[in-house]
DNA sequence: ACGAGTGTTCGACAGACGTCGAACAGGGCG
DNA sequence: CGCCCTGTTCGACGTCTGTCGAACACTCGT
């Protein structure tokens, strides 16, 4: 479970995150619950598979856009937002704004 | 040739519009340049054929970003820049940051 | 009127990627 | 230990879309 920062992801990379409908459902959710409060577990109601489900999580990590802790068998997410914003300033909270 | 608008447009067409590398240099041009400066022309430089290019400035002026005039046989661009800004703030920003 | 230049449309092709199921690894609890 | 739960990995499949060339439409000089 390899960490990417945002600083060194590019402008594509980002994009190409974000592009996908459930990888934004995914930060949405995400962006409505305090840090760490979520495991992976939580997003069952998005209408994939949980192995879909795990390529779009490491997606998400690898461009920065979240932080993987694990805690016995579940795996806790966190949103890097100051983080992410301060590399892609605005981007986050297009997503966020989006109904 | 039909226009559409920046604020008709979703973020999904947005983001897939800018996702494209072709189409953030042709924005990037654009946008380093008067408005109506420019015809389709100019963009020889870019490594694709000139149907392909002419399928990017299709995309490009279906989500809004792009506005075009005939002028004789060539055919002009303008950015809309304050019109997309106004729909996602800080996207325009961060493609014409790019390097 | 003819040819050169500009741009679009069409069909076909190839690569990228989202998707799935099955198999696997590990933790927690009876 | 045995079972259930959580999450990852792997291979395979389908679709979407960026790409191209050829053909077409149109304008402008000569």
Redesign the interface.
């Known amino acids: 479970m390899t960490h990417g920062s945002p600083m060194e992801a590019s402008?594509?990379a980002a994009?190409?995150a974000?592009?996908d409908?459930i990888r934004?459902c995914i930060v949405r959710e995400l962006a409505g619950a305090p840090d760490w409060a979520l495991p992976c577990g939580t997003f069952k109601e998005l209408p994939v598979a949980k192995s879909t489900l795990s390529h779009h999580f490491t997606v998400l990590r690898n461009v920065g856009l979240l932080e993987q802790r694990d805690e016995g068998a579940r795996r806790f997410n966190r949103l890097r937002r100051e983080e992410f914003d301060a590399r892609?300033?605005?981007?986050l909270?297009?997503?966020l704004s989006?109904p």
Chains 1, 2 share one sequence.
């Open positions: 402008l594509q994009l190409d974000l592009s409908p934004r892609f300033p605005g981007l909270a297009l997503v989006e």
